[in-house]
């Protein structure tokens, strides 16, 4: 029988069937993560793509074991690459390992040459591979932003004068010295404390080399035209410091948005200590569990 021939007696209680299971599947949608931007407003997808389009640097500042952040991450990648000039870049690859990652991206080493030749971090294969695969896929390039570990390291246990007796080469995989340095910005004077007996000024100099060397690679691919979209841990670029902090010395002129992952208890309101941390702020279920 066609459904123009069924009784309306038949087709009522089938329509209110429909009805209640779509109702009670809606109701047990969970949701993941809210967005919020920085005065605490919820904001949908399209306004985070609508400001991120606009910018010239984007800093996705992610939480590395926050499966939510890396899903995300994708999708504004591919958003983004369908509107326009891109260049993306990751804290997650250190620049000395720059050519391994240019070998990859123009498909003359496989994933296998990748991870034997370059030092990725051990969760790249879930987290930030589909990152580098959509750069290969479209032409893009991919930044290695971060310094060298050993040189992060030095300045842990030396200060930046760990530096000055880098060969000229190594040298190259940095910030220009002499490594400007604000000890008072409120990021740097929060980690000192959260360290307690194991952190020293020193340490946080290290942070600040990491947060200037991604600086300074994000301003040397920033150009007129083309968006930067750029992945780091959020602490690099919280409420604006950080990563931004040295932009805003050396290229003011550049819009710079940025994007927060935090992990609060509740996903229905942003809770004053995030209000202001980012552009953006992606709060994600804390039952979420990480990728490692």
């Given at each position: 029988?066609?459904?123009?021939?069924?009784?309306?007696?038949?087709?009522?209680?089938?329509?209110?069937?429909?009805?209640?299971?779509?109702?009670?599947?809606?109701?047990?949608?969970?949701?993941?993560?809210?967005?919020?931007?920085?005065?605490?407003?919820?904001?949908?997808?399209?306004?985070?793509?609508?400001?991120?389009?606009?910018?010239?640097?984007?800093?996705?500042?992610?939480?590395?074991?926050?499966?939510?952040?890396?899903?995300?991450?994708?999708?504004?990648?591919?958003?983004?690459?369908?509107?326009?000039?891109?260049?993306?870049?990751?804290?997650?690859?250190?620049?000395?390992?720059?050519?391994?990652?240019?070998?990859?991206?123009?498909?003359?080493?496989?994933?296998?040459?990748?991870?034997?030749?370059?030092?990725?971090?051990?969760?790249?294969?879930?987290?930030?591979?589909?990152?580098?695969?959509?750069?290969?896929?479209?032409?893009?390039?991919?930044?290695?932003?971060?310094?060298p570990r050993r040189s992060a390291r030095a300045v842990s246990r030396g200060g930046f004068e760990a530096l000055d007796t880098l060969?000229?080469?190594?040298?190259?995989?940095?910030?220009?010295?002499?490594?400007?340095?604000?000890?008072?910005?409120?990021?740097?004077?929060?980690?000192?404390?959260?360290?307690?007996?194991?952190?020293?000024?020193?340490?946080?100099?290290?942070?600040?080399?990491?947060?200037?060397?991604?600086?300074?690679?994000?301003?040397?691919?920033?150009?007129?035209?083309?968006?930067?979209?750029?992945?780091?841990?959020?602490?690099?670029?919280?409420?604006?410091?950080?990563?931004?902090?040295?932009?805003?010395?050396?290229?003011?002129?550049?819009?710079?948005?940025t994007i927060a992952t935090v992990v609060p208890e509740r996903l229905d309101r942003l809770d004053a200590e995030y209000r202001g941390?980012?552009?953006?702020?992606?709060?994600?279920?804390?039952?979420?569990?990480?990728?490692?």
């Amino acid at each position: 029988m066609s459904e123009s021939n069924t009784p309306w007696s038949t087709r009522i209680p089938l329509l209110l069937l429909i009805g209640f299971a779509a109702s009670v599947a809606s109701a047990q949608l969970l949701p993941a993560y809210t967005l919020f931007n920085s005065t605490g407003k919820k904001v949908s997808y399209k306004h985070l793509l609508r400001t991120v389009t606009d910018a010239d640097v984007v800093l996705f500042g992610e939480q590395h074991n926050n499966p939510i952040a890396h899903w995300l991450q994708l999708v504004v990648a591919r958003d983004l690459a369908a509107r326009g000039p891109l260049v993306m870049g990751a804290e997650m690859i250190e620049a000395d390992d720059q050519a391994t990652l240019d070998l990859y991206l123009r498909g003359e080493i496989d994933q296998a040459a990748f991870d034997t030749l370059a030092r990725l971090w051990k969760n790249h294969a879930t987290d930030y591979a589909a990152l580098v695969d959509l750069a290969k896929e479209k032409g893009l390039p991919f930044i290695a932003t971060n310094v060298p570990r050993r040189s992060a390291r030095a300045v842990s246990r030396g200060g930046f004068e760990a530096l000055d007796t880098l060969p000229q080469v190594e040298r190259a995989w940095m910030a220009p010295l002499p490594i400007p340095f604000d000890p008072s910005l409120p990021g740097y004077v929060k980690m000192l404390v959260m360290l307690g007996d194991h952190g020293t000024p020193d340490v946080v100099k290290a942070q600040a080399l990491k947060d200037a060397t991604m600086a300074w690679f994000i301003a040397q691919h920033a150009k007129p035209g083309t968006r930067f979209l750029h992945f780091n841990g959020s602490y690099h670029s919280d409420f604006h410091e950080g990563i931004v902090w040295y932009l805003k010395q050396t290229h003011p002129e550049l819009k710079v948005v940025t994007i927060a992952t935090v992990v609060p208890e509740r996903l229905d309101r942003l809770d004053a200590e995030y209000r202001g941390q980012a552009d953006i702020i992606l709060c994600v279920d804390a039952d979420m569990p990480g990728s490692y």
